[in-house]
Each structure stands twice: as C-alpha cells, then as structure tokens.
C-alpha cells in the first residue's frame, strides 16, 4: 500500500521569508502524480501544486515550487515570499496514474506566519 | 453551483442517533470520494465511488457507516447508531475519474457526537 510521510506537524515562517515543507512517500509504480493541498481554517481544501511524476522538471506556481527527488521519493513544498495568507495546514498527497484509484494523504503540516 | 456541495455543514447529534450527510459533486464529475478528517489529523479514507459503484470501500471503519450514490451525482453518508469517536469533519471530494484525477473538496460536515 501506498503510504505519504509529513514529518513535519508544525512549521513556522516568517512573514517574507521562504519555508519549505517535507514529504516523503513509499511506492512500487513509477508513474503517478503528486500534490499539495493548503486547508486554511475555513476547511476548505485547495489544490496548491501538482507534480506528474514522469516529469523531471520541478513543478511551480508562482511563489510555491516543488523539489521532486523521484530517487528518493521525496516531494517538498517551497513557499517562497510567505504571506499572512499562506497560514493554513499544508497536505501532501500521492494517487497512482491510473483511473478509479484513490488519493493517499499526508497527515499534514500546520504552518504558521509570523508578522 | 460550480463546486462540491456538503450539507449540512455542522450537525450535533446525541449518541446512538443516526445521521446522513450529503454531498453534491461537480456536474459531470464521476468520482466521488469519502475522508473523516479528526480534529488536527489528516485525511482519512472512508469510500470511493465511480459512478454509482463503490469499488474500494475498505475504509469504511465499521458496518455502522454506509454510503450510496444514485444518479452518478449525490451521495448521501450514513452513520447509524453514532459513537463520540465519529466527532469529525466529513470531507467530500469529486473529480472526473480520469487520469488527470484533480482532486475537488467540499466544505465539509462537522459532526459532534454528545
């Protein structure tokens, strides 16, 4: 079974600065995606980045990029410039590339931004 | 309307009551996904749908919970006979059971169990 590692329960950042949050998965297949969820307190969860792993080339959305090590089977969030509003919980997720599959989630990261 | 819809959003129910929660998907979404999120856990998997068929439910915790769907749109979650531990927030998550697999959530239930 597919299992995704968030070692990290909580992280803090100052307003501005760059954190990067840490992922870790454990998989047989060698295609898949990857993704990072934000839930702010509204429990809303959104879709921040989302990674093909067949694609080496790091994927990035404006102030949020990945380092994806397919080797090591590691995905990390880099948040750079951070906001106010990027507080939220922070939730890796992997789902094989094949239809009819579910999504295996982190247990999160509650990141935190300090004025 | 343009996302997936869950009602209600908060629900209290005494202890042995049962209670349904809904949740209405993306028009034309085909998968419809189930989590249990706990008070500051992660997602928990509960069911998965395609179409009106649940081809992986084992993260059903116990036969007191149930889900159906009809339609190949709304899914209603049936606790029967609740317990304080159900306290969560139930997530509902849509997608259009391609490969592409976007993921799309719900507000979520909040229920407590007194």
């Known amino acids: 079974a597919q299992t995704v590692t968030q070692s990290q329960p909580e992280m803090s950042v100052q307003e501005a600065e760059t954190v990067t949050l840490s992922c870790t998965y454990d998989t047989s297949e060698s295609d898949y995606y990857l993704f990072w969820y934000k839930q702010p307190p509204s429990r809303q969860m959104i879709l921040v980045i989302r990674q093909e792993a067949y694609k080496q080339q790091n994927a990035t959305e404006n102030r949020f990029s990945v380092n994806f090590q397919k080797a090591a089977k590691s995905f990390s969030l880099k948040i750079s410039d951070s906001q106010l509003g990027d507080a939220a919980m922070y939730f890796c997720a992997y789902r094989r590339k094949l239809t009819g599959n579910q999504f295996y989630f982190g247990t999160g990261t509650s990141l935190t931004v300090i004025p | 309307g343009a996302g997936v819809s869950q009602s209600p959003s908060n629900k209290v129910t005494e202890k042995g009551k049962d209670v349904e929660l809904r949740c209405d998907p993306i028009s034309g979404h085909t998968a419809l996904y189930w989590y249990r999120q706990r008070l500051g856990q992660g997602l928990e998997f509960l069911i998965y749908f395609q179409g009106n068929s649940a081809p992986d439910k084992s993260g059903l915790p116990s036969d007191r919970f149930s889900a159906e769907r009809t339609g190949e749109s709304v899914s209603t979650l049936t606790i029967q006979r609740t317990q304080q531990e159900d306290s969560a927030v139930y997530l509902c998550?849509?997608?259009?059971?391609?490969?592409?697999?976007?993921?799309?959530f719900g507000n979520g239930t909040r229920l407590t169990v007194t």
């Open positions: 998550a849509s997608s259009l059971g391609d490969t592409n697999g976007l993921l799309h």
